[in-house]
């Protein structure tokens, strides 16, 4: 039942910004007080040159349950759908193509899909599917291979690395070996990166915990901890080192209803080759929206994040960041029609 608490009141928290930094340098300038200097809103213009729409074809083979997440490719837009269990293709004008749904109890098929990936490099699309293996199909949906998992985790995230193999995440749970995985092209464990405390063990629930732009796999630290690292090359960096004030005030050995939580949490996190983005939450003090731009190595914080250039709000966040981009999503005027992509084009 507490589980069951915390998803509610995270999905309720609006998704904004986090900070980082370069290694070698001092780590006391990268310590950032959340109760200060805060302003109302952040505006998409701080960090924004120009934002692209696309509508998404609405037919009667494709209606959108709700976009959990996107990635995009060789001149189509893949939209991963949790509520329907399907994976939906689209050109980059948002034309309709084709879909993946294999959802049953088969060798070939999924009961449920956790995290997909584009796998542009071979065209094929990858599947995190419960029961901790990997599906792999053709972008039009022909089967191809299973990688089971031979380690006992149950992940909720996962990329694909260049060089070879995997890196898994189950950063989110409540568990002593949650953290992040370096898993070969078997799907044997190779290297733990980074282990969750275990005074810090809160159940959170996100929709994706690694970020990626060209050949770099990116993420914060479990949690409390907010250490952006860097995986390139098969060599994982500390890049920026941060560090979120005010401290802790409580340990947790075990996961707490959010109710009435006094520390603040990271609820969201995005990165791209020049930003990084996240969210912060405290039942006291409510949401923490954090811009950080890795070229000034300047950062802002704001209760909220707000679109001051066209008005268009958003309904939620992908985690494409490629091309010096943050894709985004809202739900289209008109409730019968698939959602809208909002696509930001950074400074």
């Known amino acids: 039942m507490i589980r069951y608490k915390v998803i509610f009141l995270l999905l309720v928290i609006a998704f904004n910004i986090s900070c980082s930094k370069k290694g070698g340098q001092s780590e006391d300038k990268y310590e950032v007080d959340l109760l200060s200097g805060v302003v109302d809103s952040l505006g998409y213009s701080l960090f924004t040159d120009s934002i692209k729409y696309i509508n998404l074809e609405t037919t009667d083979s494709c209606l959108i349950g709700e976009i959990t997440d996107m990635a995009i490719g060789?001149?189509?837009?893949?939209?991963?759908?949790?509520?329907?269990?399907?994976i939906w293709v689209f050109n980059q004008e948002g034309k309709f193509l084709s879909k993946i749904f294999k959802q049953g109890n088969g060798p070939r098929e999924y009961i449920r899909i956790e995290q997909f990936e584009y796998d542009e490099k071979n065209n094929q699309i990858v599947l995190l599917a419960w029961g901790s293996q990997l599906l792999f199909y053709t972008p039009e949906g022909e089967f191809l291979k299973t990688v089971k998992l031979g380690f006992p985790l149950t992940p909720s995230d996962f990329k694909i690395v260049p060089q070879g193999g995997f890196i898994f995440s189950q950063a989110g749970w409540d568990n002593p070996t949650a953290g992040i995985y370096y898993v070969n092209d078997l799907g044997k464990e190779e290297q733990i990166l980074v282990k969750r405390k275990e005074n810090h063990l809160v159940f959170i629930n996100f929709d994706?915990?690694?970020?990626?732009?060209?050949?770099?796999i990116c993420f914060m630290a479990p949690n409390f901890e907010n250490t952006v690292y860097h995986y390139e090359n098969q060599e994982l960096v500390a890049e920026y080192p941060f560090r979120m004030k005010p401290e802790l005030k409580h340990d947790y050995m075990e996961t707490v209803s959010l109710q009435y939580f006094e520390d603040f949490i990271r609820t969201g996190y995005l990165e791209g080759e020049k930003w990084i983005l996240a969210t912060y939450w405290s039942s006291v003090e409510d949401t923490r929206a954090f811009l950080f731009s890795k070229e000034k190595e300047k950062y802002w914080i704001g209760k909220y994040l707000v679109n001051d250039l066209d008005g268009v709000d958003r309904n939620a966040n992908t985690s494409v960041s490629g091309n010096n981009t943050f894709v985004f999503w809202r739900e289209n005027e008109n409730t019968d029609e698939n959602p809208i992509i909002q696509v930001l084009y950074l400074k």
Do not use: I, M, P
């Open 208 to 216: 994706w915990e690694l970020c990626s732009y060209d050949n770099t």
């Open 74 to 86: 060789a001149g189509r837009l893949f939209v991963f759908d949790k509520r329907r269990q399907t």
